[in-house]
């Protein structure tokens, strides 16, 4: 059984930085798989976002997309031979506070918040919180 757990959340402030993983057990990734992985977020009162994907079969790790919000400041990236997913998280800002989930699916369901619930695998999530 594929899983995901996400972890590497914590309290910083504004301007820190935070790098999350995103583990996967139950599979193993090769250079060969074929799997868009996201990352998600949903702050307190607001609506869920997805943040950024990679698609793992571009082995450049070039294929990435990102929110308006979060270029120039995450960086998604995979490790294969950890069998891991990171997100990179710079110069952060209190409205980046949130728990954040990270998706896995075979199939290319984008950013937009409700595309979420259409990834087969989702992480439990791990909270970020940003202070001014």
Same mark, same amino acid.
């Given at each position: ?6 972890? $590497?959340?914590?309290? *910083?402030?504004?301007? $820190?930085?935070? =790098? @999350?993983?995103?583990?996967?057990? &139950? ?9 868009? +992985?996201?990352?998600? =977020?949903?702050? !307190? ?5 997805? *943040?950024?994907? @990679?698609?793992?079969?571009? !082995?450049?790790? #070039?294929?990435? &997309? ?9 960086? +998604? ?14 110069? @952060?800002? !209190? ?8 998706? #896995? ?9 409700? #595309?979420?619930? =259409?990834?087969?695998?989702? $992480? ?9």
């Amino acid at each position: 059984q594929v899983q995901l757990q996400e972890s $590497g959340g914590g309290s *910083v402030q504004a301007g $820190g930085s935070l =790098r @999350l993983s995103c583990a996967v057990s &139950g599979y193993t990734y090769t250079a060969n798989s074929r799997y868009f +992985i996201a990352w998600f =977020r949903q702050g !307190p009162g607001k609506e869920r976002e997805g *943040v950024a994907d @990679l698609y793992t079969g571009d !082995p450049s790790g #070039a294929s990435t &997309g990102y929110a308006d919000s979060v270029k120039g400041r995450f960086t +998604i990236s995979q490790d294969n031979a950890k069998n891991t997913n990171y997100l990179q998280m710079n110069n @952060l800002k !209190p409205e980046d506070t949130g728990m954040y989930y990270c998706a #896995a699916d075979e199939s290319l369901w984008g950013l937009n918040g409700s #595309a979420l619930t =259409r990834y087969k695998y989702v $992480g439990q999530g791990t909270q970020v919180t940003v202070s001014s």
